[in-house]
Structure formats: structure tokens, C-alpha cells
């Protein structure tokens, strides 16, 4: 089974603290998304990659940086987190060019900023 | 103008109905998702579309690309099949996803 797996489901961070929010694919996907969640607003991106070391802003990087070390990896970087930040962060992964196919989510980390 | 539109926002309906939530887009796609996300948890792939018709159970997905319009069935609806239904839209030029605003399912025993 492909998985997305997000390195921790809840998290309660105080404002200013740097957080770091870790997302692994197993099966080899180029294209890997954070996006955040909230009420009323639907996903929203804050950023994507198409392969390792490539980076693209969303609509939403302000206040987000991200890492792509390697192709299995994609993490989202709070440098000092502020209250609005507080959501449900959710990372995607999918396979483009001859084989491409579904899109699959992570679990969500829910963060909390106090 | 949204890129992508689903309708009904919001539908209610009783156990064992036939359920159809509509999405319709604008711009060209090389491909379209249907997505599930029940009530505090994660969003699970229900399909990918590029052309005609596929089934999974009791879940029928369609795409008419010439109309740009999809549809998600839900055939003996069931009050698990309570959740928010999202509509997704690969753009052929690039790599990023256009998100449907989600039609909220709510099926009462």
C-alpha cells in the first residue's frame, strides 16, 4: 500500500518556537504538497515540490519554508510560529508522467500555536 | 469565478438513496480526483478520472471532458457515507491541483 506519513498528528507549540513538520512517501512519487485546513476555507497551498531540491510557492508560503532533501521527503518549516498558524497541515504526494495516478494524503498534523 | 465548482454545497438525504454530487471546471485537466474526508479525519483517495467511468462498490465516478463536468454517485446510500466529498482537478500545464469548495454529505438512518 502507498503511504503518507506525517511525523506527528497533534502538536501544541508556543508562539515564536521554530516548528518542523515532517512528511514521508514510500512509493517514489515526484510531486509532493503541504497544504493547510480550516474551517471554512478549505485546503489551501502553501507550497509544492516536483522533484528533489525543487521548490514552488503556493498560495499561502508566507511565514513557511520548506526542505527537499530527498525524494521521499518533504518538510514544512515554521521558522516562528504565530497563532495563525494554528490548522491542520496536510501533506499530498502523487506520481506524474506515464504512470500517473491517485493522489494521496497524510493523516494531518494538527498544530497548535499558544 | 471559481475554476472548479461542485454542487450541491450541502445535501441531506435518507438511508438508501441515490446520491449524485456534481463538479463542474473550466480550465483543462489532465486529470480529475474524488476525494472523501469524514469528520475529523484524514482525505482518502476515491477515484482519478481522465475519460469515461469507473466503480468502486457502491461508488460510481463519470467525466464528460468535452462538457468539463463530472459526476460522483452513491448508490444505497448508508449513513457512513456521511462526509464531505471533494473534487480535485489536475491541470494539463502544470503540476498543481484545483480544489472544489467540497459537498457536504449527511445521510440520516
Redesign the interface.
Known sequence: DVKVTQSSRYLVKRTGEKVFLECVQDMDHE?M?WYRQDPGL??R?IY?S?DVKMKEKGDIPEGYSVSREKKERFSLILESASTNQTSMY?C?SFR?GLW?????????SRLTVL | KNEVEQSPQNLTAQEGEFITINCSYSVGISALHWLQQHPGGGIVSLFMLSSGKKKHGRLIATINIQEKHSSLHITASHPRDSAVYICAVREDSNYQLIWGAGTKLIIKP
Open positions: 510531486n504538497f478549505g485546503l497551498l509544492f516536483y496536510l499530498a506524474t500517473a495516478g491517485e493522489l494521496f494524503f497524510g493523516e494531518g
